[in-house]
């Protein structure tokens, strides 16, 4: 059971809805974070790797194991009216078969386009640590 169900939040409580970890283009490892918005009393947080929708389930273990609530999210890369953006996607069920394989083929276009000097973003990820 997710840790956010029922949770309420103080109108002051202290969130961030998009933070990176080292699966994507952040600094710090999963741990790390976690470990830091603990400390600093942070109420909740989405981390929201980029393509990030396999690292979502790690995150959520990650998070549960050390009692901080953590909603399900990610970055992903989508075009809007022609030109590529970025869409927060929030709540979503990791495990979901076409939603790892939209995220799955964004990686792979990702790596096809830039190789190769692709980026840390398309490269870190646990989609491409197979």
């Given at each position: 059971m997710p840790l956010i169900d029922g949770l309420?939040?103080?109108?002051d409580a202290a969130i961030d809805l998009q933070m990176h970890t080292t699966f994507s283009d952040g600094e710090w490892a999963p741990e790390e974070l976690i470990e830091?918005?603990?400390r600093e009393g942070f109420a909740l947080a989405a981390i929201t790797d980029h393509e990030g929708v396999a690292a979502a389930a790690t995150?959520?273990?990650v998070a549960q194991a050390k009692g901080f609530p953590l909603l399900v999210a990610a970055e992903l890369t989508a075009?809007?009216?022609g030109q590529?953006?970025?869409?927060?996607?929030?709540g979503f069920d990791p495990a979901h078969?076409?939603?790892r394989a939209v995220a799955e083929d964004i990686t792979r276009r990702q790596v096809r386009e830039h190789a190769p000097g692709v980026g840390v973003r398309a490269r870190a990820g646990p989609l491409n640590a197979r």
């Open positions: 309420a939040l103080a109108a830091y918005l603990q995150l959520q273990r075009a809007w009216r590529p953006t970025d869409m927060l996607g929030f078969p076409a939603l």
